[in-house]
């Protein structure tokens, strides 16, 4: 079953530091690689979609890695701000289904 | 340019009623869908349409019903509440998906539903 597992669950930093976020996905083949961010309460928000080609993509202190050989993708945020506290969706698209497939998320709290 | 508009925000049903939820896009996308997220649980797809007229059943579509007669709009309808319905439901839009290329889905606000 293709499955698209994230680690940790949960990450607590201090504002100002950097983190990764990772995801682990079972996908194969797939289209392309997805980060969402997700705020408390509302609806999740694309940061980047990434393909198979793709290595590295950035959207501002955000920037999205992936290995398609090993398929691991990282989320790394740099320099973090108290508005980055929410949750980070890795999501895989399902070439034959067109469908998304999500990962539970990692949840990040950063504290001042 | 509203996006993608859900509505109601908050809904609290008891065992055994109906209702609808609501999902309007205002950007001329074909391709929309409902998703329910649990705590622990990835989103899942409940149902999704690929465009006026087509709907087709996701991972996880017993116990709701959808319609689309408009591009505009997706209905999900619960027929009789239970509830392990109790979850947070978001309707997402994007252009037609296609295997070569992608889009960029855009998701609601989300409606947190209680069945008691």
């Known amino acids: 079953k293709n499955q698209v597992e994230q680690s940790p669950q949960s990450l607590i930093i201090l504002e100002g530091k950097n983190c990764t976020l990772q995801?682990?996905?079972?996908?194969?083949?797939?289209?392309?690689l997805r980060w969402y961010k997700q705020d408390t309460g509302r609806g999740p928000v694309s940061l980047t979609i990434m393909t198979f080609s793709e290595n590295t993509k950035s959207n501002g202190r955000y920037t999205a890695t992936l290995d398609a050989d090993t398929k691991q993708s990282s989320l790394h945020i740099t320099a973090s701000q108290l508005s980055d506290s929410a949750s980070y969706i890795c999501v895989v698209s399902d070439p034959y289904s067109d469908k998304l497939i999500f990962g539970t998320g990692t949840r990040l709290q950063v504290f001042p | 340019n509203a996006g993608v508009t859900q509505t109601p925000k908050f809904q609290v049903l008891k065992t055994g009623q109906s209702m609808t939820l609501q999902c309007a896009q205002d950007?001329?996308?074909?391709?929309m869908s409902w998703y329910r997220q649990d705590p622990g649980m990835g989103l899942r797809l409940i149902h999704y349409?690929?465009?006026?007229?087509?709907?087709d059943q996701g991972e996880v579509p017993n116990g709701y019903n959808v319609s689309r007669s408009t591009t505009e709009d997706f209905p999900l309808r619960l027929l009789s509440a239970a509830p392990s319905q109790t979850s947070v439901y978001f309707c997402a839009s994007s252009y037609r998906w296609d295997r070569v290329y992608f889009t960029e889905a855009f998701f609601g606000q989300g409606t947190r539903l209680t069945v008691v």
């Open positions: 995801c682990n996905y079972t996908v194969s083949p797939f289209s392309n």
């Open positions: 349409s690929v465009g006026a007229g087509i709907t």
């Open positions: 950007m001329n996308h074909e391709y």
